[in-house]
């Protein structure tokens, strides 16, 4: 298990602090999330959590897209702001996640000694169209995050990273205050 227990400290305030940010659509957030992601690759590998470690490598290039989209994204090249997908776009990002859970867990259980390897591997694809929809100001991502970030903190609790399950506890009520925050500036669907 983990020998640093105080990286793993480190990584959830940074964690904290980033999903705080999203709330706020502070492009701030973003950077944060590089320095989050960074450390808990380490993490992730020492418990044996392979899926979500491959996770947070992806989430270094989407936490780089996401600071891109929110600067400098969108038609105008102003910005993303919040709106709404329409129901195919939500149908396809979650056939999107389903596929990628699928393949990565067939991966993971077949191919590795990864603890958890279904579970970890749905809960990975799922979080890239989260990202995904995050990136581009997507109202939806903050219900989908509520839905990830229960079962992480179970998932985590029995890799006994209880830090990371409590990040994930308070991941939860950011995502509800997400959600509620962005309603507020929301855009029809485009």
């Known amino acids: 298990m983990l020998a640093i227990p105080w990286i793993e ?17 502070k492009p701030a957030a973003w950077p944060t999330g590089v320095l989050m992601v960074l450390l808990y690759i380490w993490i ?9 470690m ?6 270094v290039g989407l936490q780089l897209y996401g600071w891109w989209q929110w ?3 969108g038609s105008q090249r102003q910005g993303r702001t919040v709106s709404s ?5 939500i149908s396809q990002g979650l056939l999107a996640g389903a ?12 191919y590795t000694d990864a603890n958890l390897p279904w579970l970890d591997a749905a809960l990975t694809g799922f979080s890239l169209t989260a990202q995904y929809w995050m990136a581009h100001k997507r109202v939806q991502c903050w219900l989908l995050w509520i839905v990830l970030d229960v079962i992480y903190v179970g998932m985590f609790i029995s890799a006994e990273l209880y830090l990371t399950a409590i990040l994930y ?6 995502a509800v205050y997400g959600w509620l925050q962005w309603r507020l500036n929301l855009r029809p669907a485009l």
Do not use: K, N, P, W
């Not at 491959?54 to 989430?59: G, K, T």
């Not at 997908?85 to 776009?89: C, F, M, Q, R, V």
């Not at 506890?169 to 950011?174: C, D, E, I, P, V």
């Open 9 to 25: 400290l480190i990584a959830a305030s940074l964690g904290a602090l980033s999903v705080y940010l999203m709330t706020q659509q």
């Open 44 to 52: 992730f590998y020492d418990a044996r959590l392979y899926s979500e």
């Open 54 to 59: 491959l996770l947070q490598v992806i989430y």
């Open 71 to 73: 600067l400098r994204g």
């Open 85 to 89: 997908l329409s129901a195919l776009g």
């Open 99 to 110: 596929t990628i859970s699928l393949l990565l867990g067939v991966g993971m259980s077949h």
């Open 169 to 174: 506890m308070f991941f939860t009520a950011l």
